[in-house]
């Protein structure tokens, strides 16, 4: 399952975190003709907000909550997010919570498919509303 | 002692418009965020959490003046341009370079590093570096405010920055002292900085979490301050989704973009940041 105009949105995040400003005005520009003016204006606000919570995040050296480090091994490992320097703020899992994540894979897998159904209804459902 | 006048202020009191006897300081930040002649629709949501947030920078807070919050808002600005945090956010080694950060000189150098490397590097910042700062004259409280400040900032001016606006200009300082006010219910579990949590958050910190049953960490992150949590609601609400959709991704709280677009936005941001949380 793609995002839907994934390449715009991304175009425009990296524009605008490297400050590429001749990208990021091209970037505006197209973003706005394809999908309008207020999505523009959410996408810039998603940005702020996520700047501010990674400065909180690595800033503060909060650790990841157990229950999310227990069911993203997988995820983590697959997208080297524990490659990260700011993953040495999480103590690694030990003992029977170590083997359970382990057991908890498959259940990765299946989560991920039942929320990306999820997600593809609620998007099909949006889209027929706009209709 | 009154603030430095705003310019809107000496406008109208130049113009007769208004009395200079009277208590006028809230006009300077009321004409804050006017974004009535920009090609973008604004919600008007967006203004109103901005000079909140305007307005929050601007006061005492528990350990900081409003001038020294203020200053803290314009170093998160001119670490954008600092020679050494450029230097160092290329380098593989960022803790091998040693420097003075281009400052204003408003705020001590413990601080001025600070507010400069969790503008530009905070991703790769390290427990060892926190604790020094902690041997020095900073205290952990003292930290925790000037990261909530610096995470503001950084909010309101990225939104700007991706919309190609101007940088709005920072709030006159409101003149009071520091409440010193330190919450009991804070204690050292899950991250560096002590928080409160959510049996903590009792008496005067019992509002913070809004009643909630579960919190994650990042929730907590600055609830050495607890005005900072108090703010933090509208400003998720504001630039994000609304609390009671935050749980489910179909929901995107009646934004123009797909929840799987903001997670995707989200994503992407962090990723470039290298944050792991």
Redesign the interface.
Known sequence: MG????QL??E???A????DEPR??EA?EAL?MK???????????????????????????????EQ?LMMTAGLRAELK??D???????PKLTGLKRILSVFMRPLENFMMRA?QK??Q???AR?QEDAK | MRGAIAPVQLKLFRSGELSRDADHSNIGRMAAFAYDHLPYPIRSDIPNTNRAIWDHIARAGCWWTGQDRVAIAAEVRRARGCKLCRERKASLAPYGISGTHDSSGALPPDVVEVVHRLSTDSGRLKKSWYDDLLKHDLTDAQYVEILSVVAVVLAVDEFHHALGLPMEPLPEPIPGKPSQYRPPGAKPAGAWVPMISLEGAIDAEADIYGGSNRIVNVVSALSLIPDAIRLADSILNTYYVFGADMPNLSKNSGRALQRSQMEFIAARVSSINDCFY
Do not use: P, W
């Open positions: 995002v839907v105009d994934e949105l991304n425009f995040v990296e605008a975190a490297h400050r990021l005005a505006r706005e999908m309008g003016a207020n999505a523009l204006v959410d996408a810039a606000a998603v940005i702020g907000c996520f700047q501010r919570l990674n400065r909180m995040s690595d800033g503060a050296g909060i650790e990841l909550d999310m997010i524990d990260y320097v700011s993953a040495a703020n999480t929320m999820g997600i209804k609620a998007q949006e």
